[in-house]
């Protein structure tokens, strides 16, 4: 096994400029044609360092925040497909069929869905309305105990309003 090789002032110099231009610890390692830890060894004794927790940090936060809005984006789609499928409970429907020895298409509108077709149709507006709730679930701004004095507010307003019996 031979001797180390001595770092000289100008590899350290070297360090010091690429780790400024943003090279990595092995990137410099492969420049200078040394090995990574005598590059940590240098970049420590500089007070540099290769940790790169922060930028890690901001690029996770910046991604939390996109899936956050796509998540978002989502909910509203899922919201819609409920609302559409709801109104078609009550509402005039087309039933179709195609086939027979001729291929011959008919249709007929009935009055609305079918028994069969409505609960079809709230089975998938359930479904919708529970993912959206899932992505995005609305805010509590009080709850039961904001709910309860608004009550109370309300109760004693139309005691004042019409008297204490």
């Known amino acids: 096994m031979g001797a180390a090789k ?25 420049i200078l044609g040394r ?3 005598t590059i940590s060894t240098i970049a420590k004794d500089l007070g540099l360092s290769f940790s790169r927790a922060a930028e890690v940090r901001q690029a996770t936060e910046i991604r939390r925040a996109d899936l956050a ?7 509203i789609k899922f919201h819609d497909v409920a609302e559409r499928e709801l109104d078609k409970v ?12 001729e291929h011959d298409y008919d249709e007929r509108w009935q009055d609305e869905p079918t028994p069969g ?11 919708a309305s529970t993912q959206s709730l ?10 039961a105990d904001e709910v309860g004095s608004l009550l109370v507010g309300l109760f004693d307003k139309l005691r004042a309003k019409h008297g204490d019996h």
């Open 35 to 37: 090995g990574g830890r």
């Open 90 to 101: 009550n509402k005039p429907h087309k039933y179709f069929d195609w086939g027979g020895k």
């Open 6 to 30: 001595p770092v000289t002032d100008a590899e350290r110099e070297r360090v010091r400029e690429l780790h400024a231009e943003g090279k990595g610890r092995n990137e410099i390692a492969e």
């Open 134 to 143: 899932k992505l995005a679930p609305p805010k509590e701004e009080g709850g």
């Open 117 to 127: 077709d409505k609960r079809a149709y709230v089975a998938l507006a359930a479904t």
């Open 69 to 75: 809005a796509r998540r978002a984006e989502l909910a």
